[in-house]
């Protein structure tokens, strides 16, 4: 089978995995917030965010680095002691840096319940650390239905947990094993499905770990910066406020995580061509596939967004519950970040396929130290309405900065004719569901209407407009235009 095959398979693949992997992500939420209410939740989010600081000061951005470091590589013995090696230093690196949350727990004024939590769930950050060392060496090779697969049934798992748990009443602890046995369901299945491409075990070439070090810095200092203004908002939260509050925040936030699970699966795609493209001087190939990148990223975004606003309390009612109304205001804010989270991780990783991650240090440090005093200034005052506010700047000054380095560097810059053609098709789409009655609404097969409904007339108008045609993703992927060389991609 040819790359561009390939690429088109790999991407239907993820993209109809991706909405079955939503389906059961917004499923699992439904019957975990349903379960422990807004008190309980909020404490769940809190041990998660807690520890999901160590596991980032861990991450190094192996997952992106295993990508770069076998993306050339033919051999599969070299291959094979790169991955031995990244999987390596990935388990040592997460065992030492969750092995800090106890002692940094220790200055926490957080109840008996949420420390204990957290020393029970610390375990779980383990498997996702090792599954991405896997998603790199499967993204290379262009055989992500095998990461689908995985991710699928850690989601059922996830599901029979909490419905067992809340059957048996066995409360937030019950609910926090169910989440550790997902995350091993999940990398045992991503393990044994991989055994095909190589076979992982624990090595120690230090000369490469090196290698590792040096190529992996910059981006594990923008990944924790980023931590800093992403994930700390929960954490400032649960410091200031009640679980309650962390609770509703935490579901709509929910919501956006879900959503935004889209830009990081194409961008994960993409990376591997721009990176070549580059390497190999192909601009004009590299500038192409950007734009089309931009399109397709400002093509969903955008009515997600007006959608989101319109639609944003009977989502959080149907999603979470009764008792996540207040979250449909909190969600009317999140929903904007959405947009600048899609143009930001695709400009993001095109500055790693330029391989000048090192320059945006600089904007990640500014960001983190506005967003940090933001946080601080903005959530005594504000509660969730302030944490969203700064999540929204932050993803905003990101974007514009990553945009700017891909300009400086490659002197690209977008054509806007279809994000200007999406914007008028989101806009008659936002007016179809502002006519809407509110009453056809109200539960899963009313509001699933008003969704699907909503999307035809979007993509109507924008097929209408010209801003799509049946033949888009053959200009990214044309058997024609694809360079012999990028066949190095998949080692074929």
Same mark, same amino acid.
């Given at each position: 089978?040819?790359?561009?095959?390939?690429?088109?398979?790999?991407?239907?693949?993820?993209?109809?995995?991706?909405?079955?992997?939503?389906?059961?992500?917004?499923?699992?939420?439904?019957?975990?917030?349903?379960?422990?209410?807004?008190?309980?939740?909020?404490?769940?989010?809190?041990?998660?965010?807690?520890?999901?600081?160590?596991?980032?000061?861990?991450?190094?951005?192996?997952?992106?680095? #295993?990508?770069?470091?076998?993306?050339?590589?033919?051999?599969?013995?070299?291959?094979?002691?790169?991955?031995?090696?990244?999987? #390596?230093?990935?388990?040592?690196?997460?065992?030492?840096?969750?092995?800090?949350?106890?002692?940094?727990?220790?200055?926490?004024?957080?109840?008996?319940?949420?420390?204990?939590?957290?020393?029970?769930?610390?375990?779980?950050?383990?498997?996702?650390?090792?599954?991405?060392?896997?998603?790199?060496?499967?993204?290379?090779?262009?055989?992500?239905?095998?990461?689908?697969?995985?991710?699928?049934?850690?989601?059922?798992?996830?599901? $029979?947990?909490?419905?067992?748990?809340?059957?048996?009443?066995?409360?937030?602890?019950?609910?926090?094993?169910?989440?550790?046995?997902?995350?091993?369901?999940?990398?045992?299945?991503?393990?044994?499905?991989?055994?095909?491409?190589?076979?992982?075990?624990?090595?120690?070439?230090?000369?490469?770990?090196?290698?590792?070090?040096?190529?992996?810095?910059?981006?594990?200092?923008?990944?924790?910066?980023?931590?800093?203004?992403?994930?700390?908002?929960?954490?400032?939260?649960?410091?200031?406020?009640?679980?309650?509050?962390?609770?509703?925040?935490?579901?709509?936030?929910?919501?956006?995580?879900?959503?935004?699970?889209?830009?990081?699966?194409?961008?994960?795609?993409?990376?591997?061509?721009?990176?070549?493209?580059?390497?190999?001087?192909?601009?004009?190939?590299?500038?192409?596939?950007?734009?089309?990148?931009?399109?397709?990223? #400002?093509?969903?975004?955008?009515?997600?967004?007006?959608?989101?606003?319109?639609?944003?309390?009977?989502?959080?009612?149907?999603?979470?519950?009764?008792?996540?109304?207040?979250?449909?205001?909190?969600?009317?804010?999140?929903?904007?970040?959405?947009?600048?989270?899609? $143009?930001?991780?695709?400009?993001?990783?095109?500055?790693?396929?330029?391989?000048?991650?090192?320059?945006?240090?600089?904007?990640?440090?500014?960001?983190?130290?506005?967003?940090?005093?933001?946080? $601080?200034?903005?959530?005594?005052?504000?509660?969730?309405?302030?944490?969203?506010?700064?999540?929204?700047?932050?993803?905003?000054?990101?974007?514009?900065?990553?945009?700017?380095?891909?300009?400086?560097?490659?002197?690209?810059?977008?054509?806007?004719?279809?994000?200007?053609?999406?914007?008028?098709?989101?806009?008659?789409?936002?007016?179809? $569901?502002?006519?809407?009655?509110?009453?056809?609404?109200?539960?899963?097969?009313?509001?699933?209407?008003?969704?699907?409904?909503?999307?035809?007339?979007?993509?109507?108008?924008?097929?209408?407009?010209?801003?799509?045609?049946?033949?888009?993703?053959?200009?990214?992927?044309?058997? #024609?235009?694809?360079?012999?060389?990028?066949?190095?991609?998949?080692?074929?």
């Amino acid at each position: 089978m040819s790359v561009s095959k390939k690429i088109a398979k790999n991407t239907i693949i993820q993209l109809v995995g991706k909405v079955f992997s939503t389906i059961l992500g917004l499923l699992s939420l439904a019957l975990m917030t349903r379960y422990l209410g807004q008190n309980g939740f909020g404490e769940y989010t809190t041990i998660l965010n807690f520890l999901t600081i160590f596991a980032v000061f861990a991450d190094f951005g192996l997952t992106l680095v #295993t990508v770069q470091m076998i993306s050339g590589v033919k051999e599969k013995e070299k291959e094979s002691k790169i991955l031995n090696n990244l999987f #390596t230093f990935r388990l040592l690196s997460i065992i030492v840096f969750l092995s800090l949350s106890p002692l940094v727990l220790f200055f926490t004024p957080y109840s008996q319940a949420i420390k204990l939590g957290i020393l029970i769930t610390a375990p779980y950050f383990i498997f996702p650390a090792l599954t991405q060392i896997i998603v790199g060496l499967l993204q290379k090779r262009l055989r992500m239905e095998r990461a689908v697969i995985a991710e699928l049934a850690s989601r059922i798992i996830l599901i $029979l947990g909490i419905i067992l748990i809340a059957r048996f009443d066995k409360g937030l602890t019950g609910i926090l094993l169910a989440t550790i046995l997902s995350g091993a369901t999940s990398f045992l299945f991503h393990y044994f499905l991989a055994r095909k491409f190589t076979r992982l075990r624990l090595a120690w070439d230090f000369t490469l770990w090196r290698k590792i070090i040096l190529r992996s810095w910059p981006l594990a200092i923008t990944i924790i910066l980023n931590l800093l203004y992403l994930k700390t908002d929960i954490v400032f939260l649960s410091l200031f406020k009640s679980s309650a509050e962390v609770g509703l925040y935490a579901a709509a936030y929910r919501v956006i995580d879900v959503l935004t699970t889209i830009p990081f699966m194409f961008a994960g795609l993409i990376l591997p061509i721009l990176t070549t493209a580059w390497l190999e001087n192909k601009k004009e190939y590299f500038k192409k596939t950007l734009q089309k990148s931009f399109d397709f990223m #400002t093509i969903t975004a955008l009515p997600l967004i007006v959608g989101g606003i319109m639609l944003s309390k009977p989502i959080m009612l149907i999603v979470a519950g009764d008792d996540f109304a207040a979250s449909g205001k909190i969600l009317n804010l999140l929903i904007i970040a959405v947009g600048f989270i899609f $143009l930001g991780t695709m400009f993001s990783h095109a500055v790693i396929a330029l391989d000048k991650q090192k320059k945006l240090i600089g904007f990640y440090i500014f960001t983190s130290i506005t967003a940090l005093a933001g946080y $601080l200034i903005l959530i005594p005052r504000f509660s969730y309405f302030g944490a969203a506010t700064i999540t929204i700047y932050s993803e905003a000054i990101i974007s514009i900065f990553a945009a700017y380095c891909v300009f400086k560097y490659s002197h690209f810059l977008p054509k806007l004719n279809i994000l200007i053609k999406s914007v008028f098709a989101s806009f008659l789409m936002g007016f179809f $569901l502002y006519i809407y009655p509110n009453s056809l609404k109200d539960d899963f097969i009313e509001l699933s209407l008003a969704i699907i409904l909503a999307s035809i007339i979007y993509f109507l108008f924008l097929f209408l407009l010209g801003g799509i045609h049946l033949n888009d993703l053959k200009t990214i992927f044309k058997r #024609t235009k694809t360079p012999q060389t990028y066949k190095s991609i998949n080692g074929i």
